[in-house]
């Protein structure tokens, strides 16, 4: 298991990653991603920096999203001959939400240029797709357990493309300008239809990038849609949100009833995957009072952390109830089926569920 909170109860843990397994595997699971499920959360990976000589080579999991367009854009228009130290810098991106920053310096141009602005935020957001973060990697094995069309919509607030890149020509990206056109066909031909809450910025489509316009128009042309997600799945998971993220925020002030309702009338627990300082005993209490007023279950994990825990707790539950039906069927006790299995992985060098697995062809087969 994954480091955690001393004070976090793991029972919690297993019951909670149990109730997310189930609702995917009736197909009732959904998820939301945001910053913390992206390129640049990514601690594996360094984030080049544009028009700037240095190069994120460590804690980058901590670097709030995009942090070398946040330094292009202090740097041009806040401090363009008196630059802040490294460390300043940081403290500085981890205080502010990207949005506010954008804003701010910006101002209220922004509306004006965003066709210009577009150009410096696909530098920074559409990375080419041979780079994989391995949260991505931790969230494909997770996909994978059951095989595919085990999650065939997936929601995000990122502009960036990995979920695109993961999946290929498997899925469709459905955004403002093209919902109306394209969702409906995407599901005839059974892709996986990736939605963009807050709009893409790939070619000339429309983008939310301030806070002003997400309170103002919130994602108001995707609502009917998102609210249906929030009914009918069984769990839903926001991935990657911190309390502060206006994006998070502009979600409670939309749907706050639903998420409500979804406790209260249906009994769907609704979870949020978000890191926390595992040092700090009163980072997570205060933390898991804020979420738990909100009706939301607080899982402390980044989202590698998660969906790899999530795929081998998937896996281990999978091998359990394998050894269930073994037993059955080769009439043999708990503990006498240990002992074979054992025995083979001594022999072959497999691993425990390639070995049940291995089993379980061989008694299909006899």
């Known amino acids: 298991m994954m480091s955690l909170p001393a004070n976090f109860d793991k029972n919690n843990l297993s019951r909670w990653l149990n109730q997310i397994a189930e609702a995917h595997r009736e197909k009732r699971c959904q998820f939301l991603f945001g910053a913390g499920m992206s390129y640049f959360e990514d601690n594996?990976?360094?984030?080049?920096?544009?028009?700037?000589?240095?190069t994120f080579k460590k804690d980058t999991s901590k670097i709030p999203l995009s942090g070398g367009l946040l330094r292009k854009l202090m740097h041009n228009h806040v401090w363009p001959l008196n630059k802040p130290t490294e460390e300043q810098y940081l403290k500085i991106i981890r205080k502010y939400p990207f949005e506010l920053i954008?804003?701010?310096?910006?101002?209220?141009?922004i509306m004006n240029?965003?066709?210009?602005?577009?150009?410096?935020?696909?530098?920074?957001?559409?990375q080419d797709s041979s780079v994989k973060p391995k949260s991505y990697d931790a969230f494909e094995r997770f996909i994978n357990t059951w095989g595919d069309n085990s999650l065939m919509e997936i929601y995000t607030t990122n502009f960036d493309n990995q979920f695109e890149n993961l999946f290929g020509d498997k899925c469709k990206s459905i955004h403002f300008d093209n919902y109306y056109q394209e969702y409906y066909k995407a599901i005839e031909k059974k892709l996986i239809?990736?939605?963009?809450?807050?709009?893409?910025?790939?070619?000339?489509?429309?983008?939310?990038?301030?806070?002003?316009?997400?309170?103002?128009?919130?994602?108001?042309?995707?609502?009917?849609?998102?609210?249906?997600?929030?009914?009918?799945?069984?769990?839903?998971?926001f991935v990657g949100y911190?309390?502060?993220?206006?994006?998070?925020?502009?979600?409670?002030?939309?749907?706050?009833?639903?998420?409500?309702?979804?406790?209260?009338?249906?009994e769907h627990p609704t979870y949020i995957v978000a890191p926390c300082d595992n040092d700090n005993d009163f980072d997570y209490e205060i933390g898991n009072k804020i979420w738990r007023q909100r009706n939301i279950r607080w899982i402390p994990?980044?989202?590698y952390e998660f969906?790899?825990?999530?795929?081998?707790?998937?896996?281990n539950k999978g091998d359990m109830e394998d050894i269930d039906k073994l037993c059955q069927t080769l009439g043999k006790s708990k503990s006498e089926l240990e002992i074979i299995i054992e025995d083979f992985k001594t022999s072959l060098g497999y691993d425990r569920s390639k070995v049940i697995s291995m089993i379980k062809y061989i008694k299909q087969n006899d």
């Open 301 to 303: 994990y980044d989202a």
């Open 307 to 315: 969906f790899t825990e999530l795929h081998n707790f998937i896996k």
């Open 102 to 109: 954008v804003e701010a310096i910006r101002g209220k141009d």
């Open 242 to 266: 911190s309390l502060n993220d206006p994006d998070l925020k502009a979600i409670f002030r939309n749907y706050l009833k639903v998420l409500e309702e979804r406790i209260e009338q249906f």
């Open 44 to 54: 594996a990976l360094k984030v080049k920096i544009k028009d700037a000589d240095t």
């Open 113 to 126: 240029s965003k066709s210009d602005f577009r150009s410096e935020l696909q530098q920074i957001f559409l």
């Open 193 to 237: 239809r990736i939605i963009h809450l807050h709009g893409t910025i790939i070619e000339n489509f429309d983008y939310q990038i301030t806070e002003t316009e997400l309170y103002e128009k919130g994602d108001t042309r995707f609502r009917s849609l998102f609210e249906k997600a929030l009914f009918d799945s069984k769990a839903f998971v």
